[in-house]
Nanobody, 120 residues
Framework: VQLQASGGGLVQAGGSRRLSCAASGRTYAMAWFRQAPGKEREFVAAINWSGGTSRYADFVKGRFAISRDNSKNTVYLQMNSLKPEDTAVYYC?????????????????WGQGTQVTVSS
């Protein structure tokens, strides 16, 4: 499975952005991670195949929402109330299992990343 992330860019603090991740084939659980300069990669959000179960990192709860459209093999990350500390490269990932895991090592496929920069 190949993943193609898109939607990144420059946005002002308090603004919104929607990321998309298109998969080349069927996927099961999918997730978004991010990595800021000089920091380790961290979990952002994950969703199961049906979209009925999702998980979020504490720092994005209430601001970000993950969703998916299986007819398009695409997962989305709607980001609202963006902060400068949200600046990072955002990566989508998928795994062969159904559980939306929070640990990157449990994902089998990764996209190339899309840069999100939030200006203050």
């Amino acid at each position: 499975v190949q993943l193609q992330a898109s939607g990144g860019g420059l946005v002002q603090a308090g603004g919104s952005r929607r990321l998309s991740c298109a998969a080349s084939g069927r996927t099961y659980a999918m997730a978004w991670f991010r990595q800021a300069p000089g920091k380790e990669r961290e979990f952002v959000a994950a969703i199961n195949w049906s979209g009925g179960t999702s998980r979020y990192a504490d720092f994005v709860k209430g601001r970000f929402a993950i969703s998916r459209d299986n007819s398009k093999n695409t997962v989305y990350l709607q980001m609202n109330s963006l902060k400068p500390e949200d600046t990072a490269v955002y990566y989508c990932a998928s795994r062969r299992g159904s559980v939306p895991e929070m640990f990157g090592q449990r994902y089998d496929y990764w996209g190339q990343g899309t840069q999100v920069t939030v200006s203050s």
